[in-house]
């Protein structure tokens, strides 16, 4: 009989330690697992040559954005609009290369250098993956 008390603790700290073993982030963006690496010499990434340079490739949730911040830094960031996320509405980097936008759900407007909202209905910022960089081969993880 003392083993059916002690049952429902146990489903209830399993059930919290699954819980609490998530993979999470504030953004709202679905879960999508990151691992990969971009040579940056690679012609088809040329535009990462030189800061402020950016592509945008596959992965993530919507795609990525990677950006050159400085000679040895880059961000990256998943194209999943934070506004309303179960929309699944996707930003594009605009002509001033300086703002990814989304045009389809709310017109919110977030800077490449920092993933930060300036304009629009988003209120959080674009999901940022990890980053690491040396010298030609860039990490991007989650």
């Known amino acids: ?62 795609g990525i954005i990677i950006y050159r911040y400085s000679p040895d830094e880059f961000r990256a960031y998943d194209r999943h609009c934070t506004y309303l996320p179960n929309e699944g509405c996707r930003v594009t980097v605009d002509d001033t290369d300086i703002f990814a936008v989304d045009g389809e759900c709310c017109d919110s407007k977030f800077l490449l250098v920092d993933g930060a909202p300036v304009d629009g209905l988003a209120a959080i910022g674009l999901l940022q993956y990890n980053t690491s960089f040396n010298g030609n081969v860039l990490w991007i993880t989650n």
């Open 1 to 62: 009989m003392k083993i059916n008390l002690w049952l429902p603790l146990l489903f209830a700290l399993i059930s919290l330690f699954n819980i609490s073993c998530e993979n999470t982030n504030t953004t709202g963006v679905p879960y999508a697992p990151v691992n990969f690496q971009v040579i940056v010499s690679n012609p088809d990434f040329s535009a990462l040559q030189a800061v402020g340079g950016h592509v945008t490739i596959t992965g993530g949730s919507k």
